[in-house]
Structure formats: structure tokens, C-alpha cells
């Protein structure tokens, strides 16, 4: 993780590209707010009852995107029974900065007894590594270096 960098970053390219995602995060109250992606759907998050935490969020989006991954495909056959998936992981503090390691996910998946259920059943371990190795853009940006910068858009006008 790099520095808050202090200058006005210049992004209208950045913005324009394609492959370009954001969200916007919006202050409520003190240490709680609010997600708003670029359809206008929102999240409230923070610290307090009844918020999920920052951390409870990248352990969600790890396990949704994965979790979207296996349903699309085994939906076509059959509606689950079961489809529960806890993400956890291991907290872990070096010289005094906090950071996540361990992260797994855990299905807990079942189908009908009939044929479309043991077709859906079948293909759950593929489906798993494939979101694991291609398709899960979540859990493959925390497996891999990513650069993160802190900009301020607020010190030059």
C-alpha cells in the first residue's frame, strides 16, 4: 500500500476506459456509510451495530464472487437446497500494520436426489477451480500484488 499522495489526481482517460470500475463511499455519521455503484444500487458498512466492517465486506465479495461463479452454471440445472459459503481468515499484525492471510471459503452446497441435482453436484469442483483460477476477479486481485494508491482530489483546485 502506497502514501496518500497530495495533488489532484487527472483521471477523465482513466475514467473513459472500459475496465474501468468504481464505487463511490459517502460519510453517514462517524464510522458509518454508504456504497453507491455506477447503477445507483447501495450498501451501508462501518463500525456499530448492525454494519458490516470493511474487512466482513472483502471476505463477502471474495466468497459472492465465487459464489455467483458456481450458482450461474448449477442453477441451469436445479435450484440448490443448500448454498451457504463462509469466507474466513486469519488476522495477523506485523510490526504494528494489520493484514489478512489463510482466506478460505467454504461451500456448503446440496442438490435434489434427481438427475438434474446430481449434474449440478457433478460439476461444483470444476466450477470452484475455475472461479479460483480465472474467473473470480475478487479473490484473484487479493491473490495477487496490487498496487493501491490514497489520492487526495481535495488539496489543488
Same mark, same amino acid.
Do not use: W
Given at each position: 500500500?502506497?502514501?496518500?499522495?497530495?495533488?489532484?489526481?487527472?483521471?477523465?482517460?482513466? #475514467?473513459?476506459?472500459?475496465?474501468? $470500475?468504481?464505487? +463511490?463511499? #459517502? @460519510?453517514?455519521?462517524?464510522?458509518?456509510?454508504?456504497?453507491?455503484?455506477?447503477?445507483?444500487?447501495? %450498501?451501508?458498512?462501518?463500525?456499530?451495530?448492525?454494519?458490516?466492517?470493511?474487512?466482513? =465486506? =472483502?471476505?463477502?465479495?471474495?466468497?459472492?464472487?465465487?459464489?455467483?461463479?458456481?450458482?450461474?452454471?448449477? &442453477? @441451469?440445472?436445479? *435450484?440448490?437446497?443448500?448454498?451457504?459459503?463462509?469466507?474466513?481468515?486469519?488476522?495477523?499484525? *506485523?510490526?504494528?500494520?494489520? @493484514? =489478512?492471510?489463510?482466506? +478460505?471459503?467454504?461451500?456448503? %452446497?446440496?442438490?435434489? #436426489?434427481?438427475?438434474?441435482?446430481?449434474?449440478?453436484?457433478? =460439476?461444483? *469442483? $470444476? %466450477? %470452484?477451480?475455475?472461479?479460483? *483460477?480465472?474467473?473470480?476477479?475478487? &479473490?484473484?486481485?487479493?491473490?495477487?500484488?496490487?498496487?493501491? /494508491?490514497?489520492?487526495?482530489?481535495?488539496? +489543488? /483546485?
Amino acid at each position: 500500500m502506497s502514501e496518500p499522495e497530495n495533488t489532484k489526481t487527472n483521471t477523465p482517460a482513466r #475514467e473513459q476506459d472500459p475496465n474501468y $470500475r468504481a464505487v +463511490q463511499v #459517502e @460519510r453517514l455519521g462517524v464510522s458509518h456509510y454508504r456504497a453507491i455503484n455506477a447503477q445507483g444500487a447501495t %450498501l451501508e458498512f462501518g463500525r456499530g451495530e448492525g454494519l458490516l466492517s470493511p474487512v466482513d =465486506l =472483502l471476505l463477502a465479495a471474495i466468497a459472492g464472487c465465487a459464489s455467483i461463479d458456481v450458482d450461474v452454471v448449477t &442453477s @441451469r440445472h436445479t *435450484e440448490p437446497e443448500v448454498f451457504k459459503v463462509t469466507p474466513s481468515a486469519m488476522r495477523v499484525e *506485523e510490526n504494528g500494520a494489520v @493484514r =489478512l492471510e489463510d482466506v +478460505q471459503v467454504a461451500f456448503d %452446497l446440496a442438490f435434489p #436426489e434427481d438427475q438434474g441435482g446430481k449434474k449440478a453436484a457433478s =460439476l461444483v *469442483e $470444476r %466450477l %470452484l477451480q475455475l472461479s479460483h *483460477e480465472k474467473d473470480c476477479t475478487v &479473490s484473484r486481485t487479493v491473490q495477487h500484488e496490487t498496487s493501491v /494508491k490514497f489520492v487526495r482530489k481535495d488539496t +489543488q /483546485k
